[in-house]
């Protein structure tokens, strides 16, 4: 019976954080003086309207399934462990291996 507005409450939830970071993003990009000073990672988004739209709708949907993807993956953790679950959320992230020369590296030493 509720499970149609919790589930609307929840796409309009990544929805807007999806929008939020994408109209951050493309302001970042659209300034002249970012993409003078590191145009390799500035200036994605094209001067057209027509490319500006396409690019808007793409980066809202992108980020939007990216949040969902983090939640069902969290909610999947907890209904399997719930103790692995918590100790996630509160402790983040386990840390990078650190090898016998002490540089952090990602893969196993």
């Not at 988004?45 to 809202?60: D, I």
């Not at 209904?79 to 952090?104: M, Q, T």
Request: proline share 6%.
């Amino acid at each position: 019976m509720f499970v149609v507005p919790q589930l609307l409450s929840l796409i309009v939830s990544f929805t807007t954080t999806g929008s939020t970071v994408a109209f951050s993003d493309r302001e970042m990009d659209l300034s002249k003086f970012r993409r003078a000073d590191e145009p390799g990672l500035f200036g994605y988004v094209p001067k057209r309207l027509e490319g500006r739209t396409r690019q808007m709708f793409a980066s809202v949907f992108f980020y939007a399934f990216y949040k969902a993807s983090k939640v069902l993956s969290i909610a999947t953790l907890a209904s399997a462990n719930g103790v692995v679950a918590f100790i996630y959320l509160v402790l983040g992230k386990p840390h990078k291996r650190v090898c016998a020369n002490d540089e952090r590296i990602e893969p196993p030493c």
